[in-house]
């Protein structure tokens, strides 16, 4: 039998490699520059594989042909030669083309310094995690059932109500969500307001490994239907949001009948989307244009209308290990936002689009190379439009497929994480996530087929680069939205270590100053921490939106028709920027749009006469506005 196999994994890796080879040939010949495309990086290993797997078995078959031949005319250095030559592509034949000699090399991740932040905290609570453990939400799976089979309804409300009761600390449920809208809307230009009648709310949940119309869960982890339940229960009857205002789901998977038949029942109105539309869900429509583009120029993507339309964004991943990028979490959980062109919602799949830069391609096992995971994170209506992250750790899971699977470290003591994170901030979220998975995995790998997906060098990279632009790779600036400027995004929030896996505890908890990452729990004795220093975000605290004088900048100046304006702003605002003639009338508005904090370029279009004008800048947030003036001559 064995033998049988793998005669058919060689047959599987001959034809494999004929037809990689003359794709890449077909392809690549007529036009080079194809040579860049991710299809065609993902055919090359390959493809290099199968032909170094045919010099080697050409080298060997000349060789001993050339043994032959020299051993009849006693040319015995001929034959010495010969046989260095034949050993030589043996070796390749057995060892060249296979791919798990690149892997049993790689690197694995030195964690730099615990505690050491990096970044500018985000949220209510600036920087802050929330973590809620009950082990009461999973029970023990028996042979012959399944995880969603063993999860506990009531448990999991109370933990959900519990994390963001926990994350805005107080008591009050009601008060806990408005807290979470009025940051966000305050951060967005809209002052600092509430949830208003009528906002529209997409949810995207992670059903990864159902197909477009996949409708039956079996034993591979995907969100848990009893936390998609909570979510509702929350939005609609403690915030108050109409049901037709909400759309829920995983845009190009299917919607699962485990979480549909409880959620449908209460909440008929709800839009439930998926791929296909059947068995009474919604099928997922698309922007006509493109409107999320990767920073490295190798896709673009349209985005469902949902959210296009929606003013807030839950995003609640699902907590697994990757066998490409290493660990899956909220930045991940968007690969299932996108969509190539040449796809429809019953079709997609990224893997032959946004797998290239991961760290399992040998080219990006390393630190400081391009991440399309950070242009997921600035994106306006992805990362930048998300009003909370809430991680489903309720079932932790192993790869891609997510192998439900127990927890050796300490608290999980051999157990299901059942766990919830909760956070405003972004960035902290992923790397407390990433912390819990590093360590598992580096400490009981044995519990996880011995995968070392976690500890690859580069899967924390993104993580890097969306706290600190410094990390950035040369030649990339990442503009998901394309707004075409110098430097589009700035610090998405912080990001650190925590000082060790037992006592689990980051910068703020330590030092109660802000600046880092601060770990909350539920209960309260998983992660002990000193009082803070500070008090959470709020009007009275917020800066008055300004720009420094000296970074406005308009060239060229004089100008004909187009001109670009560069300056660096202190908070996130809303910027609107005018023209005026000398004697006081408006001309045009060349602007009006939500900008966040940091050094930003507009390339404007000057539809005016020729004359001398006043530019006017507005920065606004919470109503309050600074304005600056500039000359500005077009001729």
């Known amino acids: ?59 060997t078959y000349l060789g001993i042909q050339k043994i032959k031949e020299n051993c009849r005319k006693l040319n015995y250095k001929a034959v010495a030669l010969f046989s260095i030559i034949v050993v030589c592509c043996v070796f390749l034949i057995m060892f060249g083309h296979n791919p798990q000699i690149s892997a049993s090399s790689r690197k694995i991740v030195q964690i730099e310094v615990p505690n050491s932040p990096m970044g500018t905290p985000k ?22 059932e399944k995880w969603f089979q063993h999860t506990n309804q009531s448990v999991v409300s109370k933990m959900l109500a519990d994390g963001i009761k926990r994350y805005a600390d107080t008591t009050c449920l009601p008060v806990a969500w408005d807290c979470l809208f009025k940051y966000f809307n305050y951060n967005h230009g809209k002052g600092w307001t509430g949830y208003a009648a009528g906002e529209k709310i997409v949810i995207k949940v992670n059903t990864t490994t159902l197909g477009a119309g996949g409708h039956v869960l079996n034993e591979r982890m995907n969100a848990t ?25 995983d845009p190009y998977r299917g919607f699962p009948n485990e979480t549909y038949n409880i959620c449908h029942a209460k909440y008929p109105n709800v839009h439930y989307i998926e791929g296909s539309a059947s068995a009474g869900r919604e099928q997922t429509t698309l922007s006509a244009q493109d409107v999320f583009f990767t920073s490295d120029g190798s896709f673009q993507s349209r985005l469902p209308n949902a959210y296009m339309e929606a003013s807030y964004l839950i995003n609640m991943p699902c907590m697994k290990s990757h066998g490409s990028a290493g660990i899956s979490l909220a930045a991940k959980n968007h690969q299932g936002s996108v969509i190539g062109d040449d796809q429809n919602p019953g079709n997609q799949s990224m893997k032959s689009y946004l797998h ?21 994170m600035a994106h306006s209506k992805l990362g930048g439009n998300t009003l909370v992250y809430i991680v489903d750790a309720i079932w932790s899971g192993r790869d891609w497929m997510g192998i439900v699977e127990k927890f050796g470290m300490a608290p ?76 589009p995004a700035i610090s998405l929030g912080v990001h650190e270590h925590w000082n060790n896996a037992v006592d689990m505890q980051y910068s703020v908890n330590r030092t109660g100053e802000k600046g880092g990452i601060q770990l909350v729990s539920v209960p309260s004795n998983l992660v002990s921490s000193v009082p803070l220093q500070y008090s959470h975000e709020s009007p009275s605290t917020g800066i008055l939106p300004h ?13 004909s028709k187009h001109l670009t304006v560069s300056y660096l702003l202190s908070v996130d605002s809303n910027v609107t920027i005018e023209l005026y003639s000398l004697n006081g009338k408006k001309m045009t508005t060349l602007l009006n749009k939500f900008t966040i904090a ?38």
């Open 1 to 59: 039998m064995k033998i049988k196999k793998q005669k058919n994994r060689q047959l599987l890796f001959f034809f494999a490699g004929i037809g990689s080879t003359l794709w890449f040939l077909i392809r690549v010949i007529p036009k080079p520059t194809r040579a860049a495309y991710p299809c065609m990086r993902a055919a090359a290993p390959l493809m290099s594989g199968f032909v170094v797997y045919i010099i080697g078995f050409t080298g």
């Open 412 to 487: 999980f003591n051999n157990d299901y994480t059942s766990s919830l994170f909760v956070s405003q901030d972004p960035v902290a979220i992923e790397s407390v996530g990433f912390d819990f998975l590093y360590n598992e995995y580096r400490n009981f790998g044995s519990m996880h087929n011995n995968q070392i997906f976690p500890l690859w060098t580069g899967v924390q990279d993104y993580i890097h680069q969306a706290a600190d632009p410094a990390n950035w790779p040369a030649g990339i600036k990442y503009d998901p939205d394309h707004y075409n400027q110098n430097q």
């Open 547 to 559: 720009l420094s004088i000296n970074s406005l900048k308009l060239f060229p100046n004089p100008a």
């Open 598 to 635: 940091g050094y930003q370029s507009n390339e404007l279009l000057l539809n005016v006469p020729a004359g001398t004008y006043i530019f006017k800048v507005i920065c606004t947030v919470n109503r309050r506005s600074t304005v600056s003036l500039l000359k500005l001559i077009v001729r």
């Open 225 to 249: 239907p009893e936390m998609v339940m909570a979510l509702l229960v929350q939005l609609i009857d403690t915030v108050g949001v109409n049901q037709k205002d909400i759309t829920v789901g």
């Open 123 to 144: 949220g209510y609570w600036p920087g802050r995690v929330a973590w809620v453990m009950d082990k009461n939400a999973t029970s023990d799976i028996n042979t012959n």
């Open 356 to 376: 290239y830069d991961y760290p399992d391609n040998g080219d990006n096992q390393t630190m400081g190379m391009y991440r399309h995971l950070v242009d997921f």
